[in-house]
């Protein structure tokens, strides 16, 4: 099967995927020239994907997609595993991965699978369970001081060097493909159609740009009439693409959500873009709401999750009493009794508050 260039969205110059360039040279993001639809290698695969949808007891209008039942406990392995199976039929020496800590297991796990070297560099601050995931694996794992940002900046220094292939779930638009199957099985699950709106949770983007390729191929096979709403959701100490959205300042603050902490994501435009699409809208939740939503689903719900995965929830069951930018449309997609949340990380990743 031929690999499909990876196309520059800034100047539109073409590269082919084996030559590892992670960024053109003109600062533009990549993009995967035409439709494809990623394979996985057979050794590779753990048999991600197909996780189950539930009706909610507490949000009668919601059902959750248990992402957190994927072999690394995240959605992360969809795009993990074609990274991995990619990095596989190349041959390259080595990996290098920076993340806040879900894609960083994922990555450890796949590529240890796959027999590629891999080095993952996490924020120092990440929670102890996901970098014991991490060393489990076998992946070298570096603790870098300071932000997300920081480590994202450490690691694509390693992935200018010679060889390594930098398998960035931001960078590499591959990874984004493979995400992309949960917007199919959303689909395939609701009886083959699309359901009136989305929840997601938003830090870099990956899981609504997954969201929004897949519901797009499906309207353009003719296989659905329009795409759902997305809503993403960010939390209000970390709020860059509410800002703009909005045109809001939100105070910077930590965060229990710390899959979602990204101050700057790359493909901020690219996110917007894709929200106002859909049709949908970018709102914020407190703290506070992710904590009690968090104990809620565990308690009422029966399902344990970590803070980043109560995000979505804490929006929804908030939206009848907030009146700000957004709301509006989160409420009434919630009175239609058609909104789909993900549940994109297990309970066990972050066993604290």
Same mark, same amino acid.
């Given at each position: ?49 197909? !996780? ?35 990095? #596989? +039929? ?12 879900? #894609? ?16 993952? *560099? ?42 390594? =292939?930098? $398998? ?46 897949? =519901? ?9 009439? +329009? ?8 939390? #209000? ?38 929200? +106002? ?25 029966? *399902?344990?999750?970590?803070? !980043? ?10 939206? $009848?009493? +907030? ?7 989160? !409420?009434?997609?919630? $009175? ?18």
């Amino acid at each position: 099967m031929t690999l499909p260039p990876l196309v520059c969205r800034s100047c539109g110059r073409e590269f082919d995927v084996a030559d590892l360039v992670w960024r053109c040279p003109c600062g533009g993001l990549f993009d995967v020239g035409g439709r494809w639809q990623p394979m996985v290698d057979e050794s590779v695969t753990l048999g991600e994907g197909n !996780t189950p949808m539930v009706r909610s007891q507490t949000l009668p209008a919601v059902r959750f997609k248990l992402e957190f039942f994927s072999p690394t406990l995240s959605f992360k392995d969809r795009g993990a595993v074609v990274l991995a199976s990619l990095a #596989a +039929r190349l041959g390259v020496g080595g990996a290098v991965v920076d993340s806040s800590g879900n #894609a960083g297991t994922a990555a450890a796990a796949y590529f240890a699978r796959a027999g590629v070297a891999c080095q993952v *560099l996490v924020p120092a601050s990440t929670s102890p369970e996901k970098l014991a995931q991490i060393r489990a694996h076998g992946a070298e794992l570096t603790l870098v001081p300071g932000s997300r940002a920081a480590a994202a900046d450490a690691a694509a220094e390693i992935a200018d060097r010679p060889g390594i =292939f930098y $398998a960035s779930h931001v960078y590499h638009p591959y990874f984004m493909h493979g995400v992309k199957t949960y917007g199919y099985e959303i689909w395939r699950q609701n009886g083959e159609r699309l359901p009136s709106a989305v929840m997601v949770p938003v830090g870099n983007g990956t899981l609504l740009l997954g969201c929004y390729l897949a =519901f797009n191929e499906l309207v353009a096979a003719g296989l659905a009439d +329009r795409i759902p709403a997305l809503l993403a959701v960010q939390t #209000a100490g970390c709020a860059p693409l509410a800002s703009a959205w909005q045109g809001t300042d939100y105070p910077s603050a930590p965060t229990v959500a710390e899959g979602i902490a990204i101050a700057a994501p790359p493909r901020a435009e690219e996110i917007l873009s894709a929200v +106002r699409a859909s049709g949908g809208t970018i709102v914020t939740v407190d703290d506070d709401a992710v904590v009690a939503g968090r104990h809620t689903l565990a308690q009422d719900e029966g *399902l344990f999750v970590e803070p !980043t995965a109560a995000v979505c929830y804490a929006a929804a069951a908030g939206a $009848a009493h +907030r009146t700000g930018p957004g709301w509006q449309l989160v !409420t009434a997609s919630l $009175a239609n009794g058609d909104v789909v949340v993900p549940l994109c990380g297990a309970g066990l990743k972050h066993p604290d508050d």
